[in-house]
């Protein structure tokens, strides 16, 4: 969450809200519980779709993954009710009703599921205009100027299904935060119509694709310059120069000039893409690329051949406004890097590997977890962050004496991270207000630095939600989230508990483990490319960290007479985490839990 001064004072709580909820959604700083959901209501039945295409192909081979039993759990058909049953939905049920769809899901077999496949196809030829149809709902509930919880609820939901929906059309989500804090905070100042920007906004964001140049500089040898000569690729040239290209921009004219400059062994590979963006194009471009120099390192693999890590991308629209961006692929999630916090941590590595009292096996899986994690950030491809991430994480939960791995992962992930969850959110939420100008935060009036007891008050969620809701909306409806979450039909014999909220959570982790897994065949087993999964690779990042710094900090603080090792820790888990369910969820249990998060910045 970004705490934004508006520059415009004539703005309503409603418009505020707009803007304060969609750079939240977009910004890669925030926790994975506020960003960007990776499928709305539309989304999912796509997928749905595709996996049971696959599986009619024969590619996915287990249907409990489409279609769970007791045994498997939530998997993908549980998640296309939650999300059918949103509202808005803004999906129109004109040749299948939504009562004939829900029917279809029920009986959906393993031998009984071809009839969904061209239902799901008429949906979604009756939804061609399922953005257009968002944008004006969002429109809508803007204007109504209603800053009821249910109405933001609606704006939150809607702004979901739109950021989810245009990265689904491959917009870049670089791309659509940059585009909304220019239009809603850099520009729409006193005197500025709302209207006229959120017009604007949905001009761009319905616009079509158009064609970018994406040029790279490479330094190579002449073998490989031979090669590439002789190689024909449609929307790849091989230039000496890019003496033709004018930027208007001081500091991309500059860039460009130091980028131009001619060395004997030096060349600029132009690649032409189709693309809603300009992020979106440089992605397609380096694919196109990779695949451009995997057929020339068939034979000059010992070749020197050397990308720079500027690229220069140009939208036709605007040729003259071209600019340079970096030649990688950024995932979302903000972690600490100071220098005291990466010392504290890494110091714990060799008290744990020196600790004879530690097992070998428990010591293998941390030193080969820390590894992949450090091969998966250093990788350039997504599918190789996805994998050496996914690596690192399933050796972490393997066990010689059980052969499903993926249930001991589900099961051990689930539990750590539901305990840490919700103080997790919370002191989020608790940073966040932190940073509000004191005027504000004396509103809020059980809050103190001196502690967290305030976190367990009714009190503290109401003050926010009553006298922040004018200039904070956002502050304030995460606090009313968080009380209908926490304090709903609470009394004095019922205190405040998280056990939906924490239910819910558990239920996402499960679904979304089942998809992640899928993902992982299709990448090993298909040799899948286009998998599209920068989003879940962000989670997969984020898991694999999570759970290293919670082990990681559990073994540096073992104490015991006898041998110690990973499954401690999530027997641990486990036992702490029926106590709490024992004593009915309480939100006091889980904000007093010992959990190591303060590795998210």
Known sequence: MQIIDHNNETLTICQKFFIEKSIELLYMGSIDSYRIKLNNPLTILQELKYCLNEF??????????????????????????TLLAVAPSYIKYDTISLEYLTVLLGQTKEDNYKKLIPSIKMLLDDNQNYIERVVDGIGTL??????????????DTSLNILFSSLIKKEFSKGFLYKLFYGIFVHSLRN????????????????ADKCDHQVIFRIDTTDKVYTAMSHIAVDGIT???????????GTRATTELTVFNVKLDKRKFIECTVEALDYLSALKKARRQLSEYLDVLNLGLSGEFLNIHNRVLV???????RGDFQNNANILDGKYKAEQSHYQTFTSKIPSIINNSKIIDET??????????LRLGNQSTE????????????????SNYESNNTIVRLKTHFINAHAIAYTKRNVTSFKRHFSQLPTLQKDKATTYTIANDEFLKDKVFYQDIETELIENYPLIAYRAMKLKEWFFKNTSATKPANAKNYLNRHKENLEIHFTRIYRLRNEIIHDAALNTNNQLIVSNLRYYLTFILNEVIDHLSNATTNGSVSIEDYFIGNELKLGNIEHKGFTLVDFLDVECAIDFIS
């Open 56 to 81: 009619d192909k024969g590619r996915i081979k287990h249907f409990h993954t489409i279609k769970g039993t007791a045994k498997s759990g939530k998997v993908l058909i549980d998640e296309v009710h």
């Open 142 to 155: 803007i204007a109504s100027n209603d800053s009821s919880f249910e109405n933001l609820c609606k704006i």
């Open 191 to 206: 005197g500025k119509s709302f209207e006229d920007h959120f017009n604007n906004f949905k001009t761009r964001i319905l």
């Open 238 to 248: 091989l230039q000496d120069d890019i003496d033709s290209i004018t930027l208007t």
């Open 314 to 320: 140009i939208d036709q629209r605007s040729p003259e």
């Open 363 to 372: 010591k293998e899986k941390i030193k080969s977890a820390v590894r992949y």
């Open 382 to 397: 997504i599918e190789h962050k996805f994998i050496n991430y996914w690596i690192g994480l399933e050796y972490l939960f």
